[in-house]
């Protein structure tokens, strides 16, 4: 199995609810481990910034808004298969398609209150976490 490294959003909906401990033990469950965190709230440039590749998209906006709405938590997970375990613990983007267990069946508010972000790929992680992190900042 490959070792890799993705990016993790707990979205302001979660951070609101006092979620985060309870869905980092989701990931550290699924085996992987945490090596990077930070609490931030993200201005209004950073979140279209992050999200610019969804500019012309209908929701680009609502998402925007959403983000700066409270703070969020980012980190890095590392493990194997770091991005599709994560993509499997966090469960379809949609929560009323999700797998039971899921973290997004069992926290999201709505499907844009759906409570994580995480990277699509390997290449998005690389690029996602750096918008975050610094390579000092990640302790593996």
């Known amino acids: 199995m490959a070792k890799e ?3 993790s959003i ?3 909906d979660a951070t609101r609810r006092n979620l985060t401990g309870k869905i980092n033990a989701r990931f550290e469950d699924a085996g992987l481990r945490i090596v990077a965190q ?3 709230w993200l201005t209004r440039g950073q979140a279209e910034a992050f999200y610019g590749v969804h500019k012309e998209r209908a929701f680009f906006n609502d998402l925007c808004d959403f983000m700066v709405s409270g703070p969020v938590v980012a980190q890095v997970l590392e493990g194997d298969n770091a991005v599709a375990k994560n993509r499997e613990v966090m469960g ?3 929560p009323a398609q999700a797998d039971a267990g ?3 069946k069992d926290f ?3 499907i844009e209150a759906n409570s994580v972000h995480g990277s699509d790929s390997a290449e998005n992680a690389a690029i996602e976490i750096a918008f975050f992190f610094s390579e000092i900042e990640i302790v593996g």
Do not use: V, W
């Open 5 to 7: 490294r993705t990016l």
């Open 10 to 12: 707990i979205k302001p």
């Open 38 to 40: 930070k609490r931030l």
């Open 92 to 94: 379809a983007t949609n």
């Open 102 to 104: 899921t973290i997004r």
């Open 108 to 110: 999201a508010e709505s």
